[in-house]
């Protein structure tokens, strides 16, 4: 398996030595419309509850945190990012300690990620999978899919060393009132997820509500089905200063990657 990056000739790792980071926002607003998505790290969603489901309380209480108390709210999880749910018919029919049963019932729940760096590849079997996957770009270079959790770390390290010169030198990246005591730079990386904006889960479903609830915890990683001939692999970096997650003040960044191109095929 390999990962693959699209690009054009001079932009290339293996001759630039550079990887350009962008950011959930910038993908909104970028002009390039084969790869432009205006609801980039944001959905909704229509969530049906077909015949009787049984949920776990904790992903009760977070699916419809401030429109249900059940007395324990301050125990449900927490997620990165903005939600809100509307809920169009709900029948609880019995539960326990543990779960709550719902029935026939919908809501739609509407998620919206924290602004961050991203850096998007495509997960392929073989080179010429990815050859037309973005046909403005004139380019490709390749990644064996087994080094993905090392470009992460490199990568990591490489955004938090520009955080912290870019601190020094005045060209922020964060923001510059914000100290940055106990920095450090978190990547999560996985294919990502493209699901439908309507979801049925019954007690019979493969797709269970505890499995939809995970795929939607980080919305940095769920595209619609539009988008699925990408074969997206994403490398997602949260900022993290103390207790605090810290937010980046530009579109896009460029990183020095020299050590990275002879990892490129």
Request: hydrophobic residues 40%.
């Amino acid at each position: 398996m390999l990962l693959a990056k699209n690009c054009f000739i001079k932009d290339n790792l293996k001759t630039r030595k550079t990887i350009k980071l962008g950011t959930l926002y910038e993908y909104r607003k970028i002009e390039s419309a084969q790869i432009v998505d205006s609801g980039e790290g944001k959905y909704s969603f229509l969530l049906k509850f077909d015949g009787i489901v049984e949920i776990e309380r904790p992903w009760f209480s977070l699916m419809f945190q401030g429109a249900i108390g059940l007395g324990d709210d301050e125990h449900h999880p927490r997620i990165p990012g903005a939600m809100s749910a509307a809920i169009h018919n709900l029948e609880m029919v019995g539960g326990n300690e543990q779960n709550i049963r719902v029935r026939n019932s919908s809501a739609s729940v509407h998620r919206e990620a924290l602004n961050g760096f991203i850096f998007c590849m495509s997960q392929v079997r073989k080179m010429r999978d990815a050859v037309g996957l973005f046909p403005d770009y004139d380019d490709c270079w390749y990644m064996t899919a087994t080094k993905a959790h090392n470009l992460g770390v490199a990568l990591s390290v490489l955004l938090r060393d520009r955080i912290t010169s870019g601190r020094d030198s005045g060209n922020h990246i964060v923001d510059p009132c914000i100290p940055l005591a106990n920095l450090s730079v978190h990547c999560r990386h996985e294919p990502v997820s493209y699901i439908g904006r309507e979801i049925h889960i019954s007690d019979a479903s493969l797709f269970t509500a505890d499995q939809f609830m995970r795929k939607i915890w980080d919305m940095a990683f769920v595209k619609p089905p539009s988008f699925l001939a990408e074969k997206e692999y994403r490398f997602s970096f949260t900022i993290v200063a103390g207790d605090k997650i810290l937010i980046p003040i530009v579109d896009n960044l460029i990183l020095n990657a020299e050590q990275l191109a002879d990892w490129a095929l």
